[in-house]
């Protein structure tokens, strides 16, 4: 577990933890060195007075303004290959922008992609957006196995809660619904599947806890929207990838139970791929498996919903690095991430692809 404490109060805490017998580790010592790093504190004054005439780049963070103007201008550059859509409004009425890319093959299965569903994990966004520019702009030089699908790319999903990271709160997780004298709802734990399940350890019901589920499934915009266009698209999805930050590891379902889900071996195998090919890319090794196993219980979160009820077969989350900066990575490892982490996308397409084609002969040899 990691507490954020204020500096003045930390020995105090120190000493309590002490007294209890309880072991801790001091992780960061100054938060503000670490998003000084992050950011650069001259660039954040600047992008906090305006950030809509700076280019896209992976350099540094960027606010909503400048990756929906990106998304805009692949979509004018690439009008062939591009559809930029809104999907639905947030709380507060700001758009969800989604980047679909497709050569228009009406034979094309698809993947699903999004970042920032908790707005803390800024390289989630970043490493989507990455992903993004790359198969845009290399398009015609990929394998069939990313070209022959359609991709429905989601940058930010919280968008209001992103915003609210920029200018107020860091550290800020959920999405900026009023519920009585407390504020958001944990999107993640806002799915159908599993909804609830496993009380206080899968979610809260308490409105001022950061896992609180909401008072139904899907009781908020930003994740009805995503259930509306999986759900309601003309298309059969693939793939599910969820990204987030942090942890290095490949999880996939269930979350809301201990128990095995159906293709679990399969699952495993495919998040294995993924991570073979980041460490082939960057040396940085990824743990694979289910998200009961590796983190938690997680009741109610999407990739147990695009698995269970959506019957998306590769449904994965993504914890993308790093471990000793928290969600505070360093701007600097933003492109090292964003490689690793398009390597094993773009592996696990291979995988899909071979997994179908064999499946295919096994059925017509019948």
């Known amino acids: 577990m990691d507490v954020m404490v204020e500096g003045p109060r930390a020995t105090q805490v120190a000493s309590m933890l002490h007294e209890r017998e309880i072991p801790y580790a001091i992780a960061v010592g100054d938060v503000n060195v670490l998003l000084e790093r992050e950011q650069g504190t001259v660039l954040n004054k600047l992008r906090r007075n305006s950030s809509a005439n700076r280019t896209m780049d992976w350099h540094t963070y960027h606010r909503l303004d400048s990756i929906y103007a990106f998304i805009d201008n692949l ?9 930029v859509m809104v999907i639905g409004k947030s709380v507060e009425g700001r758009d969800l922008k989604l980047l679909k890319i497709s050569n228009g093959n009406s ?11 908790h707005p803390r994990e800024w390289i989630s966004t970043a490493v989507v957006t990455y992903i993004a ?14 070209t022959n699908k359609d991709w429905y790319i989601l940058p930010v999903l919280n968008p209001d809660g992103y915003e609210y990271t ?16 407390c504020v958001g709802v944990d999107l993640n734990r806002n799915f159908s599947y599993g909804w609830g399940e496993k009380g206080e350890e899968g979610s809260s019901d308490d409105p001022g806890n950061i896992f609180f589920r909401g008072s139904k499934a899907f009781s908020e915009p930003e994740t009805s929207a995503v259930k509306r266009l999986i759900v309601g698209a003309d298309t059969t999805f693939k793939v599910f990838l969820s990204f987030h930050s942090y942890g290095e590891v490949i999880i996939f379902p269930w979350g ?5 889900c159906p293709d679990y071996v399969e699952l495993l195998e495919g998040g294995t791929a993924m991570a073979k090919a980041i460490f082939e890319t960057s040396g940085h090794t990824y743990k694979v498996g289910s998200t009961k196993d590796l983190m938690y219980y997680a009741a ?7 698995y269970g009820v959506a019957n998306i077969p590769y449904s994965y989350m993504v914890e993308l690095r790093g471990k000793q900066y928290r969600f505070l990575l360093p701007r600097e490892e933003i492109i090292p ?6 390597s094993g996308v773009l592996r696990l397409m291979e995988f899909v692809d071979t997994r179908t ?9 019948k």
């Not at 979509?75 to 559809?83: A, S, V």
């Not at 991430?337 to 398009?342: G, L, N, W, Y």
């Open 75 to 83: 979509g004018r550059e690439y009008p062939y290959l591009c559809t």
């Open 107 to 117: 034979t094309n299965t698809s993947v699903w992609m999004d970042g920032s569903i």
């Open 133 to 146: 520019n790359h198969l845009v702009r290399n398009f015609t030089n990929l394998s069939d196995s990313v």
């Open 166 to 181: 920029h200018t107020y709160d860091r550290m800020w997780r959920k999405n900026r619904a009023p519920y009585g004298e």
């Open 256 to 260: 809301y139970t201990g128990d095995p």
């Open 300 to 306: 109610g979160n999407s990739i147990d919903w695009s």
């Open 337 to 342: 991430t964003a490689r690793e982490a398009m």
């Open 357 to 365: 084609k064999s499946a295919q002969s096994c059925a017509s040899t």
